[in-house]
């Protein structure tokens, strides 16, 4: 599956912005689906993830009660909608996909098998 993410630019403090992911190929629903960040200077990091089937999300202690996953199976779309937006999140946001991914796994980057190419998100003060 290729993944294209869109949706970045320049926002804010506490503005909101709305990333999306569009997966090409077949049986997209057969994928948990994931969003990573990297900040300038720093690794990339988990923010937020949505699984296959059960829709279930996940996010990281600094997104969590700002950010919402959720997906479109009709569309292949992934979204993050950001809300309350401050400038430590700026960052690179990778969408990502791996197929029948659930328990504990959903964090980890070297489970997931496809990443789409990165879309920039920069949050001014």
């Known amino acids: 599956v290729q993944l294209q993410a869109s949706g970045g630019g320049l926002v804010q403090a506490g503005g909101s912005r709305r990333l999306s992911c569009i997966a090409s190929g077949r049986s997209f629903n057969i994928y948990t689906l994931a969003w990573f960040r990297q900040a300038p200077g720093k690794d990339r990091e988990f923010a937020a993830a949505i699984r296959y089937g059960t829709s ?69 003060s």
């Open 56 to 124: 279930a999300t996940y996010y990281s202690d600094s997104v969590k009660g700002r950010f919402t996953i959720s997906r479109d199976n009709a569309k292949n779309t992934v979204y993050l909608q950001m809300d309350s937006l401050q400038p430590e999140d700026t960052a690179v946001y990778y969408c990502a996909a791996a197929s029948f991914l659930h328990g504990h796994y959903y964090n980890t980057e070297r489970y997931y098998n496809f990443w789409g190419q990165g879309t920039d998100v920069t949050v001014s």
